[in-house]
């Protein structure tokens, strides 16, 4: 598996971009990391780093936390994502991921999410997963949901008399 990881790596060309500015990174390179922010664009919109400008380092941190089986595979479908081949199999374009429109990358991930392999479903699943988690950990995104943070760093959150703002209508009290 780490000679196709590495191969991929060698013919990986993805668009550079501007907004693409990162620090140190573990898992991902400067190559992953740009194949990441275009299929990231295309599941949460092209302004999603406003409100997590930490995008790229929070998923190489994320894969700190996978088994390394798990976290060689994710890094082998982004780079399987930017191949003319496949983008070519998925959806009959002949060009890298991350050199098309965000229309097409878009229309590629309903590919991948209607695909009749369950293969396709999968990186489907875990494009939009890895990308939503991201996103939504942001703090910044957190007033958007309507929620006022971790209880731990707001403790006022659960000093609060029934119904409290998450179960308005359960009355019964919070052990804790």
Same mark, same amino acid.
């Given at each position: 598996?780490a ?17 693409v ?17 275009a299929?990231?664009?295309a599941?949460?919109?092209e302004?999603?780093?406003l ?10 941190d994320?894969?700190?936390? +996978?088994?390394?089986? +798990?976290?060689? +595979?994710?890094?082998?479908a982004?780079?399987?994502?930017e ?15 991350s050199?098309?429109?965000l229309?097409?990358r ?7 999410r209607?695909?009749?392999? +369950? ?6 699943a875990?494009f ?8 939504y950990?942001?703090?910044l ?8 943070g ?6 006022e ?5 029934p119904p ?9 009290p919070?052990?804790?």
């Amino acid at each position: 598996m780490a000679g196709l990881l590495d191969t991929l790596n060698e013919i990986a060309n993805p668009k550079k971009r501007a907004e693409v500015i990162h620090g140190p990174l573990e898992h991902l390179n400067d190559k992953t990391a740009l194949i990441l922010f275009a299929i990231a664009e295309a599941v949460l919109g092209e302004k999603f780093l406003l409100k997590a400008p930490k995008f790229i380092e929070t998923v190489d941190d994320f894969l700190n936390y +996978q088994r390394p089986a +798990q976290r060689e +595979q994710f890094l082998t479908a982004l780079l399987l994502a930017e191949t003319r081949l496949f983008n070519f199999i998925v959806g009959g374009n002949l060009e890298s991921f991350s050199h098309m429109s965000l229309a097409e990358r878009q229309e590629t991930l309903e590919k991948l999410r209607s695909s009749k392999q +369950q293969q396709g479903r999968n990186i489907y699943a875990a494009f939009v997963n890895v990308s939503a988690s991201t996103y939504y950990s942001s703090e910044l995104t957190w007033p958007d949901l309507g929620y006022p943070g971790v209880s731990v760093d707001h403790p006022e959150i659960l000093n609060q008399p029934p119904p409290i703002p998450w179960r308005p209508t359960d009355p019964r009290p919070i052990d804790p």
